[in-house]
């Protein structure tokens, strides 16, 4: 497994089979990531997300990404930080347990994530990342030969910073 921290809008990057979105039980569309999203993929990604009747936080659905420069978008829904007593731990690993799932389904072999539930949902960058990166790691150690490289699209420099941090740390433990 390829894991990579780049800095980039998640809405601009071609070479992945699909982006992950950070959206809402909703998917109706939102701020941040799911606003821009929307807005690069146009109204027809409206339109399909209407026949899903939104996705429960944790969990992950897939739509075509229409205008986007990659062929589908995996919606999956954050957990709202509420101090961490609340499963926001086991959550936000569902969530990339789940898109990977649905990546590897698919047959994708690389996926694009941005920095899922630290925007507005409040979650602390650094424990986000411990949390992502070693769920994509268990991931890859379960269903080997499948997705074979994950980027982090991080929108700013702290961001990046932290994904990072935690790709060098837990890479060193496989
Ligand atoms: P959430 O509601 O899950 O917290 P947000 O969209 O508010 O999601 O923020 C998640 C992260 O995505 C934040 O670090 C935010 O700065 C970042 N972000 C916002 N827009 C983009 C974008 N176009 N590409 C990549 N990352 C983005």
Sequence with gaps: M????????????????????????????????DGAVHRAAGSKLLEECRTLHGCPTGEAKITKGYDLPVGYVIHTVGPIWHGGSWDEERLLSSCYYNSLKIAADRGFTSVAFPSISTGVYGYPVEKAAKTAVSTVLDFASKEPGSVEKVIWACFDDRTLAAYQAEIDLQKGTI
Aim: charged residues 20%.
């Design 2 to 33: 390829i894991l990579e921290a780049v800095k980039a809008d998640i809405t601009k990057i071609d070479y992945v089979d699909a982006i992950v979105n950070a959206a809402n039980e909703s998917l109706l569309g939102g701020g941040g990531v």
